[in-house]
């Protein structure tokens, strides 16, 4: 006494098959797509301009120096979601001590687009002017500095999936007291 006859029986293992087959099908369409096109891309970040709008050296009573940098950063986003990311700030050290900070406003970068970052660092030596280093490299003209920028948002693909997420750029600035004139070099991660 069964509920259902031979052929319905035979019908419903049919489409349980082939759901099953398109649920492999998809699973297997989903893996491809996060490990080829989702998979997220750490951004690529290029300094376009590094200037130096100010030097200020007092050597008496105690030597002091005041240094304004212009930077333009120009951040790659490789990935196929967009970041917006929340207000920051950009720290900056001398040989590990406290140097500067600049603040970075919130903003969008869109997906697989490029995205300038503007900022005015001020650093002033009364944070690192005791550093053992510091005279040394006064008067060698170079001096060395560290930028490091955590920024905090959401990463949007297509409009529909949204993760959080944490990108942490580093950038080696060198100024060049003598010639007045600054380099960097970035690189950056992105977490989540």
């Known amino acids: 006494m069964g509920c259902c006859s ?11 098959g082939i759901t099953a087959i398109l649920l492999i099908i998809l699973l297997i369409v989903a893996i491809i797509l996060y490990f080829t096109i989702l998979k997220p891309k750490d951004p690529k970040v290029t300094t376009q301009s590094v200037t130096l709008e100010s030097v200020r050296f007092e050597p008496f009573p105690a030597l ?47 997906a697989r687009a490029d995205h300038d970052l503007k900022t005015t660092v001020l650093v ?23 930028s490091s920028t955590t920024l905090h948002g959401k990463v949007t693909v ?26 960097s070099v970035c690189k950056s991660k992105i977490k989540f």
């Open 124 to 146: 002033d030596s009364d944070g690192f002017s005791k550093n053992p280093n510091f005279s040394g490299d006064v008067f060698s003209g170079c001096l060395n500095f560290t």
């Open 158 to 183: 297509w409009k529909v999936l949204k993760h959080k997420a944490t990108t942490v750029s580093t950038c080696d600035i060198s100024v060049f007291t003598k010639f007045l004139n600054a380099t």
């Open 64 to 110: 002091h120096l005041n240094i304004t940098i212009g930077l333009i950063l120009t951040i790659h986003n490789r990935n196929y979601g967009s970041f917006t990311y929340d207000n920051s700030i950009a720290y900056v050290t001398y040989r590990g001590d406290p140097a500067a900070e600049a603040p970075i406003e919130a903003d969008t970068i869109p």
């Open 6 to 16: 031979p052929r319905t029986k035979k019908a419903l293992k049919i489409g349980c």
